[in-house]
């Protein structure tokens, strides 16, 4: 199965820094990642679909870029609602996998 | 707009047997995968499978195969999750989602199901 590597595990920024997030896949995906922002008690809500798709209501400080096997997901300036554990998923083939995830602290 | 409603947190002892259910309304039920995916206790997600309901077609995540049962029925729009022998180690939260579009990213999900499995 396709093993997606996420990092930092954890990301601690201050309000209005930018968020670089990553997503390494262990062998070509193409575009075929999304990804998903979960905060605690809430199901994961998806940000992206295929590298840059921006789902309905995502604001435009998100956005997602890479393909092949290196993805990233940036926030330009934090706020503080962003705190959230970070997901990406590949849909490639099956089995879909997700990484580990990326916790943002602000 | 898009719901999926699902049953209510559960205990059980191990070896018991258990379903649970995702309701869906809003939209047309069988066209689109329903997956379910598990998240233990402070640790990440995991797939567990996914339904086709319009012709029932399953797969299933190696990790999760034989170990349960997913299904749908299209008479009542509820997509099922199902164990015939729970172990304590399924013990976590249980969320079914439904695919955005044709591509399997899910931007719509119940709030879960915590399943308790403890003797």
């Known amino acids: 199965e396709i093993v997606l590597t996420q990092s930092p595990a954890t990301l601690s920024l201050s309000p209005g820094e930018r968020a670089t997030l990553s997503c390494r896949a262990s062998?070509?995906?193409?575009?075929?990642i999304g990804w998903y922002q979960q905060k605690p008690g809430q199901p994961p809500r998806l940000l992206f679909s295929d590298t840059s798709d921006r789902a309905t209501g995502v604001p435009d400080r998100f956005s997602g870029s890479g393909s092949g096997t290196d993805f990233t997901l940036i926030i330009s300036s934090l706020e503080p609602e962003d705190c959230a554990v970070y997901y990406c998923?590949?849909?490639?083939?099956?089995?879909?996998?997700f990484g580990g995830g990326t916790k943002v602290e602000i | 707009e898009v719901q999926l409603v699902q049953s209510g947190a559960e205990v059980k002892k191990p070896g018991e047997s258990l379903k649970i259910s995702c309701e869906a309304s809003g939209y047309s039920f069988s066209n689109y995968w329903i997956a379910w995916v598990r998240q233990k206790p402070g640790i990440g997600l995991e797939w567990v499978g996914l339904v086709f309901p319009i012709d029932s077609d399953t797969r299933y995540s190696p990790s999760f195969e034989g170990q349960v049962t997913i299904s749908a029925d299209k008479s009542t729009n509820t997509a099922y999750l199902q164990w015939s022998s729970l172990k304590a180690s399924d013990t976590a939260i249980y969320y079914c989602?439904?695919?955005?579009?044709?591509?399997?990213?899910?931007?719509?999900w119940g709030q879960g199901t915590l399943v308790t499995v403890s003797s």
């Open positions: 062998r070509n995906i193409r575009n075929f």
């Open positions: 989602a439904r695919s955005s579009d044709y591509r399997n990213f899910f931007g719509f």
């Open positions: 998923q590949q849909r490639s083939e099956w089995p879909l996998t």
